[in-house]
């Protein structure tokens, strides 16, 4: 099981370009999530898909938008990146469980946008 | 706004002291709060969470207190260890619509030897 990964580990960017972040899970669940995480304002949700083939804004979703690919695949991308988007990027899953719901959290992508 | 307040931002504890996070939260129709861990350069990692129907739950050295009618709660670290030193999250939750989590804002933990 590798959980949630994510790729790129790290990407560096120039104002106005273009760029999609992976995401995938192979634990079946069928809630995925994208955070962003910027110093002192914890993780903020960008778009979450709560099953195949849905998807909804969360907190903080302009600039971003989303693909629900598969069960397994949830993608973020930045049509034309911003300085303001420069942060580091968490997917998750949801795992719901008696007693219990559990997110899985990916290791995260790094963003600089210059 | 649902908001999930966080203090303190950062802590320092001497090895084998008590590290005390404290969460509050504004909608009362949350019913789910975990508490996540994060060490550097890696993800969060759920450690331990709880229901609204009970006060407390202790799970080795960690403990969530929980109070409904102040509408916070707090984790206890016992014993606190340097492989303690991460940063915590709070978050609260709609159980049965667990589609959003809401965060706090983080506690940098850091264990003096």
């Known amino acids: 099981n590798a959980g949630v990964t994510q790729t790129p580990k790290f990407q560096v960017l120039k104002t106005g370009q273009s760029m999609t972040l992976q995401c995938a899970q192979d634990?079946?669940?069928?809630?995925m999530y994208w955070y962003r995480q910027d110093p002192g304002m914890g993780l903020r949700l960008i778009y979450y898909?709560?099953?195949?083939?849905?998807?909804d804004k969360g907190e903080v979703p302009n600039g971003y938008n989303v693909s629900r690919l598969n069960k397994r695949e949830f993608s973020l991308r930045l049509e034309s990146a911003a300085p303001s988007q420069t942060s580091v990027y968490f997917c998750?899953?949801?795992?719901?469980?008696?007693?219990?719901?559990?997110?899985?959290f990916g290791p995260g992508t790094r963003l600089l946008v210059l | 706004q649902q908001q999930v307040k966080q203090s303190p931002q950062s802590l320092i504890v001497q090895k084998g002291g008590i590290s005390i996070i404290n969460c509050a939260y504004e909608?009362?129709?949350?019913?789910?709060f975990p508490w996540y861990q994060q060490f550097p350069g890696k993800g969060p990692a759920l450690l331990i969470a709880?229901?609204?129907?009970?006060s407390e739950k202790k799970e080795g050295r960690f403990t969530i207190s929980f109070n409904k009618s102040a509408k916070q709660f707090s984790l206890h670290i016992m014993d606190s260890q340097p492989g303690d030193s991460a940063t915590y999250f709070c978050?609260?939750?709609?159980?049965?619509?667990?589609?959003?989590?809401?965060f706090g804002s983080g506690t940098r933990l850091s264990i003096r030897p």
């Open positions: 998750a899953s949801l795992k719901v469980k008696q007693a219990h719901t559990t997110q899985y």
């Open positions: 634990m079946n669940h069928n809630s």
């Open positions: 898909s709560a099953s195949e083939g849905t998807t």
């Open positions: 909608n009362t129709a949350f019913d789910y």
């Open positions: 709880i229901r609204p129907d009970v």
């Open positions: 978050a609260a939750a709609l159980y049965s619509s667990a589609s959003k989590i809401i």
